[in-house]
């Protein structure tokens, strides 16, 4: 990596945390946003290209999601630069930089979307989480509570897309919903 892609370099600012916490924090936020641009184009991705008789739903609560992530980029990006950091915010960073996976370019019915975005919506879901946890740790708490602000409307989207699978794979035996549930007639 060249010093000009060093995700932790910083600015001089009159910010009172301390500039070593605040490198660490502006990495963890530049992964932040690699991973969510990363998200919000396969959002993208899944909105163009659904097919099937759940398209028009689907087609617009995909728009809608691909909609939240692109206010969470914006959120994240702005929160490198108050902290004193680049943000790296190209699309090329972003695919450089995302912890997802590319998304499958050959599927088209509803539910194998549904599926796609719901493995990276969980992924995107345990990141952001353990990001909560690590700002807590190097004393900002209002990236803290950036990262809290988005953990729960992912967990809310991760079940709206899990929703539409759960009862597939509980009754197929497999996938997460039948692995972390052996008896979903029992909850309440
Ligand atoms: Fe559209």
Do not use: C
């Not at 990495?27 to 990363?38: C, F, Y």
């Not at 950091?85 to 979307?113: K, Q, V, W």
């Not at 990001?131 to 900002?140: F, R």
Request: overall charge negative.
């Amino acid at each position: 990596m060249s010093d000009n892609q060093d995700l932790s370099r910083l600015y001089p600012t009159r910010i009172d945390l301390p500039a070593a916490a605040r490198s660490k924090i502006v990495t963890i936020l530049n992964q932040s946003l690699a991973a969510t641009l990363d998200l919000k184009t396969q959002t993208k991705q899944a909105h163009w290209n659904v097919k099937g008789t759940d398209f028009f739903q689907l087609h617009e609560l995909f728009d809608e999601m691909a909609g939240e992530l692109e206010e969470y980029v914006d959120m994240v990006a702005e929160r490198v630069t108050a902290l004193g950091g680049y943000a790296f915010g190209t699309a090329r960073l972003a695919a450089a930089n995302s912890i997802l996976p590319e998304y499958p370019l050959d599927i088209l019915a509803g539910m194998d979307h549904v599926t796609a975005l719901a493995d990276r919506y969980a992924a995107y879901a345990k990141h952001v989480r353990e990001a909560i946890d690590k700002t807590n740790d190097l004393g900002d708490a209002d990236t803290a509570d950036l990262y809290t602000e988005v953990s729960r409307t992912i967990d809310k989207r991760l079940w709206f897309l899990e929703a539409h699978i759960q009862v597939l794979e509980i009754n197929a035996g497999n996938g997460a919903a039948a692995t972390t549930n052996k008896q979903p007639a029992a909850v309440k």
